[in-house]
């Protein structure tokens, strides 16, 4: 599947401007709650600003907290974001600890992540550390000076060792054994 | 793009020259190896799409090594896609006519029927003895290791070595050989 | 009805057939038209229409400040930030404005502040990066600190610090030269309140670490690698020899070398070309990055120096 015909965009898992590297900076900017003072689908919204809004405002010092109540209006929370996101989303008839959650889901956010199709969950700058491998990482440096094609480097070495081998070894073993009980003897 | 990313990149995806003999080989066993490195299996950068094959020049391989009684039996297809044109052809007649022509075949089966197959094809140079061209000697740098024992003649065994090899029991002076 | 029942296993399923589709992701009905109608109504309306921000209903310029220095965690002197936030271009259009209504109302911009910010900037940096990045010679230090003073990085900064929308400025969207000069002018303000140290820290958690992930030595362009290095190397008296170590495919356009220096026969570093001559003067540059430990495989620049750190001159007297 091509991502040439889907209007969703695609980027990596990225921190702006190295946000967690120096100190950490609150990425929610501003956000505007707007509501109807008497309508029943702004119930929650109501509870949530009389009783848990001042608390989130100290809270955050560095959020600006927008109130605008609207005659007839359905409830909606709009967050901006430092890197000039704007998410909107509808309070309608949602209750107040599911508005607390929401609103604390917008603060943690760092600009409006469903505009954006992770490619990879990953990222890092050094995907590295001891170098790519290239055709050279593990050739046998002999290569270099050798004249091929040379059976040298070209007959199998991972045969297993023939009977005879064999045999000559155990023949050698013996033989080895045979001078030392010769020199024993002159030494004797 | 740096300079040094461009060289790093450069050096990652160069194409290795591999010389493979195939004196005394299993056409169908080699082919099994040869299409590792010609597809660029061998390689921890491979993907279908990166186009990461090395070339593979074959020598020898007029002195190719078919198993059992395949010489006699086994036979090539072709048909020229004219009415009538269907042929079998023997395996010692094709090595006749065209020494490459078995290993190529070989290699050519043992891959998968894909579009890249063709392509990957053209990496493959085959040449019928030792003669190769300067050029293409001089690309080689690596060379890959064979899968039979080419076992070595008698005669081809220097004296020294003869001598000195234990034996179990030696002929007297005056023996006569029939 | 409870014959049917009854034998309902035993019918067949006739009725039963799968359609043979292929599921794909299409772009949906409604996409096109509604694009449509998006870009009739832009083009009757004569291009995209942004307003600023503070042009919005909701809106309130001490809130703001107050929440711009708190997100930074700093305390700014309140009269100090909405100077620095206060571009030359709209005290203009403000006195023209007083001007027709003959109030005198006497507002300060930010040039001073950011011509202060600008040079504490700069000396900071420099003493930051020497230490940090001590092997390294003081012309890739320089440029390396022009890099991070420069228009782009700091205009990138300042934007995603949403300055753009606090921003007393003539024009909508704001230039990228006046997002930078009101970052410097946000330093000389910050120097002002608060002192050296906070804005020496500040400087560094926005700034300096612009760094994070980049090849330092990218900024600086070194034109001849080998005749620098056998320069330094003859100083010191150790033999330098390029070998070719590697080469792939000579005779093709594809070609790759390997050259490899050796100092006093041990190695140093190798470089990958498409010539031999490339190739050593990779070789080169390797063995520079690799005396002036600015390698790929070095330490991470440490990005939590307090205070502000001593010149290298200052700490060469105290050495000896």
Redesign the interface.
């Given at each position: 599947m091509s991502n040439s015909n889907l209007f969703l965009k695609s980027g990596f898992v990225r921190a702006p401007l190295q946000n967690g590297v120096g100190r950490y900076v609150c990425q929610l900017q501003r956000i505007v709650l707007k509501f109807c003072k008497s309508h029943g689908g702004s119930r929650g919204m109501r509870d949530f600003i009389e009783q848990d809004l001042v608390d989130f405002a100290r809270d955050n010092p560095s959020v600006v907290v927008y109130l605008k109540p609207r005659r007839h209006r359905s409830p909606v929370v709009v967050a901006e974001y430092l890197n000039g996101d704007r998410v909107w989303m509808s309070m309608q008839n949602k209750t107040q600890s599911e508005i607390t959650k929401w609103i604390e889901n917008m603060r943690t956010q760092q600009g409006d992540l469903s505009a954006v199709r992770l490619r990879k969950y990953q990222y890092t700058d050094h995907p590295s550390i001891q170098g790519p491998w290239t055709p050279f990482t593990f050739k046998n440096p002999e290569l270099n000076v050798a004249k091929l094609p040379n059976p040298k480097f070209g007959a199998n070495d991972r045969l297993p060792m023939s009977a005879t081998e064999q045999l000559r070894i155990m023949f050698e073993k013996q033989r080895i054994s045979k001078e030392e009980v010769k020199e024993e003897k002159k030494e004797e | 793009m740096s300079a040094a990313k461009r060289v790093q990149q450069w050096a990652t995806f160069a194409r290795t020259w591999h010389i493979f003999d195939c004196k005394w080989q299993d056409p169908y066993q080699s082919a099994d190896l040869i299409k590792k490195y010609l597809m660029g299996m061998h390689k921890p950068i491979y993907h279908p799409m990166n186009d990461c094959g090395d070339v593979v020049v074959c020598i020898n391989s007029r002195d190719i090594a078919l198993r059992g009684d395949e010489w006699k039996k086994r036979a090539y297809f072709h048909h020229t896609g004219y009415p009538g044109g269907a042929s079998w052809t023997l395996a010692w007649e094709v090595h006749n006519k065209d020494p490459t022509m078995i290993i190529k075949k070989a290699v050519y089966r043992s891959m998968k029927g894909n579009l890249q197959r063709r392509h990957t094809m053209e990496r493959l140079l085959i040449y019928p003895d030792e003669e190769v061209p300067e050029d293409v000697l001089q690309n080689v740098t690596n060379q890959i290791r064979q899968l039979r024992l080419v076992p070595t003649r008698l005669d081809h065994i220097p004296e020294d070595e003869v001598r000195k090899f234990p034996k179990v029991m030696d002929y007297p002076k005056d023996y006569v050989y029939k | 009805m409870a014959f049917v029942r009854r034998f309902i296993t035993v019918i067949p399923k006739l009725a039963k057939h799968v359609p043979i589709t292929v599921q794909s992701?299409n772009?949906k009905r409604w996409?096109a038209p509604t694009l449509m109608e998006l870009k009739r109504r832009e083009d009757k309306q004569g291009g995209k229409v942004t307003n600023p921000r503070n042009t919005f209903?909701?809106w309130?310029l001490e809130?703001?400040l107050?929440?711009?220095g708190?997100?930074?965690?700093e305390e700014f002197d309140s009269d100090l930030l909405l100077q620095a936030f206060t571009d030359r271009s709209y005290v203009i259009k403000e006195e023209m404005k007083q001007k027709e209504l003959e109030i005198d109302l006497k507002m300060k911009d930010n040039r001073e502040l950011a011509e202060e910010g600008r040079k504490f900037m700069q000396e900071y940096i420099q003493l930051y990066l020497e230490t940090v990045l001590h092997k390294l010679p003081a012309e890739g230090i320089m440029c390396i600190r022009n890099h991070l003073i420069s228009e782009k990085v700091l205009s990138?900064?300042s934007f995603?610090?949403?300055t753009k929308?606090i921003i007393l400025a003539a024009e909508y969207p704001v230039d990228n030269s006046i997002l930078a000069q009101t970052f410097e002018a946000l330093v000389g303000a910050l120097l002002q309140s608060c002192g050296e140290e906070r804005a020496a820290h500040f400087v560094?958690?926005?700034v300096?670490?612009?760094l994070?992930?980049?090849?330092v030595?990218?900024f600086w362009e070194i034109e001849d690698p080998w005749t620098m290095l056998t320069e330094m190397i003859s100083k010191t008296g150790s033999e330098l020899e390029p070998r070719l170590?590697?080469?792939?495919?000579?005779?093709?356009l594809?070609a790759?070398y390997?050259v490899g220096l050796y100092l006093d026969k041990k190695m140093m570093s190798s470089?990958?070309?498409?010539t031999v001559a490339?190739?050593k003067e990779?070789a080169a540059?390797?063995a520079l990055k690799k005396i002036f430990g600015t390698e790929?495989?070095m330490h991470p620049i440490n990005?939590k120096l307090n205070g502000i750190p001593k010149s290298r001159s200052q700490s060469k007297i105290s050495a000896s």
């Open positions: - | - | 992701r772009i996409v209903l909701e309130n809130a703001e107050y929440a711009f708190k997100r930074l965690n990138n900064v995603h610090l949403g929308d560094r958690d926005f300096i670490t612009q994070q992930g980049q090849d030595n990218e170590i590697g080469e792939v495919a000579k005779n093709t594809l790759c390997r470089g990958f070309g498409e490339i190739a990779m540059r390797e790929e495989t990005f």
